[in-house]
């Protein structure tokens, strides 16, 4: 059943969000597809470092990832129902972006064609039409849980993006005028 899901997504089969939706014992299984395809993505683009700062980047390039997820998701319901009354609940919105999350496991082929020169030129436009795919799997995914119209879903997907993109700014500034950096954390491992 969830192969079939995740090929749902992948084709943008009709009614695949909505069952996600609807099915409460998704919830676990959509953090699990976010964790995971996270995991996957830092593991790839982690992989020219040494082996120490290799492991450190992929486990904390995935925390960061999963809790950037989850925070997109809660502003972006907060979004739909702060400005259009949209009737959807955090979970609903975990279920349908988690399983849209899939389509970042793009990231991954991305990640192991820079280790190729050739592949990489060749796969650019592949890994380019599969990141705007994506995009258009959380609009609908976000549609789907939203239940608005497709202007007010867009509206809203944005909002919610930009309202990230600065919470993300500022933790960021915080944490970079605390000295918490990538460097600090090796640090506390020995790594250099």
């Known amino acids: ?48 470092r040494n082996i120490g700062h290799w492991f450190i980047g992929t486990i904390v390039g995935t925390i960061f990832a999963v809790i950037g997820f989850a925070l997109a998701a809660f502003v972006i319901a907060w979004v739909g129902r702060s400005l259009f009354k949209a009737d959807v609940t955090f979970e609903e919105m975990v279920r349908t972006l988690g399983l ?3 389509w970042n496991i793009i ?28 995009l258009i799997a959380w609009f609908v995914a976000a549609k ?19 309202v990230l993109f600065v919470m993300l700014a500022i933790a960021g500034a915080v944490l970079g005028l605390l000295g918490v950096t990538a460097r600090g954390v090796l640090g506390l491992f020995g790594g250099q």
């Open 107 to 134: 990231g991954v082929i991305g990640a192991l064609a820079a280790f190729s020169g050739a592949l990489s030129c060749l796969l650019a436009p592949a890994l380019f039409v599969g990141a705007i795919l994506g």
């Open 1 to 48: 059943m969830l192969t079939d899901r995740i090929m749902g997504a992948f084709t943008f089969k009709k009614g695949t969000y909505a069952e996600v939706e609807k099915d409460t014992s998704f919830t676990q299984t959509a953090w699990i597809l976010v964790a995971v395809v996270s995991f996957l993505q830092q593991l790839g683009s982690n992989a020219s």
């Open 144 to 162: 789907e849980a939203l239940d608005l119209e497709w202007v007010q879903t867009i509206i809203t997907v944005i909002i919610g993006w930009i």
């Open 100 to 102: 849209a999350y899939i």
